[in-house]
């Protein structure tokens, strides 16, 4: 027995059926030749091997087996649907069959039963009427237990409402005396930050009216400055005016070749204190005498 045959086996065992009884052997019968038809063309594919354009031959018996085993596929596929739609019939009749049978023997068994087990019957029903009335009496305990817990949860909900509503009544006149309270807060606020604002614009005008006034003095200050330099200026320019003329005149004295006394351009002499001729260094203090009072 082959490998593959075993298999075939296996897979009837596995179903259930037992291996030597007539379904079982129908089957390998049916089956096993294509066995040893897979097994033999198995080895002969290996065997085509087509590596060039050239091997026409390798094509053809590649092609002849395909075909080969392609019938033998659809004669697998179409044996398996005739077994399996027999299978399904004779399962059909079994099913029908076997219906008719306990469609007749149920009730007649189900009746006996019931005389057999009067006893047992009739204390089961007398359990479940007993049930039946404690369910009943539970019941009706729950409903009057629900209703006094909806009556007590109702009374409590309104009396949590009343609770609620004054709450929200002292809620409410909290807030108005707050807005209240923050209403007038605020004014004051508003208030003091006006009379702070008023008393920083006075402080500023003051400030500015003190800055003015020390811009205007210190201006004057800068203008009698200025008018001081300016005469200071105006009396170095003359007394600068003076000492050059001075000293143009000390240097235009001419002395006399033939008495060496000493001569303004002018014709005028240049005498001393003790009613002598002046030297010109004698002239030239003077001079500088005479300028030195002019300064002061």
């Not at 000293?247 to 005028?268: F, R």
Request: net charge neutral; aromatic share 2%; charged share 45%.
């Amino acid at each position: 027995m082959s490998d593959k045959t075993n298999q075939l086996e296996l897979i009837v065992r596995q179903s259930g059926l037992e291996i030597t009884s007539p379904k079982a052997k129908q089957l390998l019968d049916q089956f096993s030749g294509y066995f040893d038809i897979a097994a033999d063309w198995e080895k002969k594919a290996s065997a085509i091997v087509v590596t060039d354009a050239s091997q026409t031959a390798e094509m053809k018996m590649a092609r002849e087996g395909r075909l080969f085993l392609r019938e033998k596929r659809i004669a697998i596929e179409k044996k398996r649907k005739e077994l399996k739609e027999q299978a399904l019939r004779e399962g059909k009749a079994i099913d029908g069959m076997a219906n008719i049978l306990k469609a007749l023997i149920v009730p007649i068994e189900e009746y006996l039963d019931k005389q057999e087990k009067f006893l047992e019957i009739k204390a089961a029903e007398e359990t479940e009427r007993l049930r039946i009335e404690a369910e009943n009496k539970a019941e009706q305990e729950r409903i009057a237990k629900e209703k006094a817990e909806a009556e007590e949860r109702e009374h409590v909900r309104l009396e949590n409402e009343r609770l609620k509503k004054e709450a929200e009544e002292k809620e409410r006149k909290m807030q108005e005396e707050r807005a209240a309270a923050e209403a007038e807060k605020k004014r004051q606020e508003e208030a003091l930050a006006a009379e702070k604002a008023k008393a920083e614009a006075e402080r500023k005008r003051i400030e500015q009216e003190r800055e003015a006034e020390r811009k205007k003095v210190e201006a004057e200050r800068e203008k009698e400055r200025q008018k001081a330099a300016a005469e200071k200026a105006k009396a170095e320019k003359e007394h600068q005016r003076k000492q050059a003329e001075l000293e143009a005149k000390l240097k235009s004295i001419i002395t006399c070749p033939h008495c060496n006394g000493k001569l303004y351009p002018d014709g005028s002499k240049a005498h001393s204190e003790d009613g002598t001729i002046a030297s010109t260094d004698a002239a030239t203090e003077r001079m500088k005498d005479g300028i030195k009072r002019i300064s002061r």
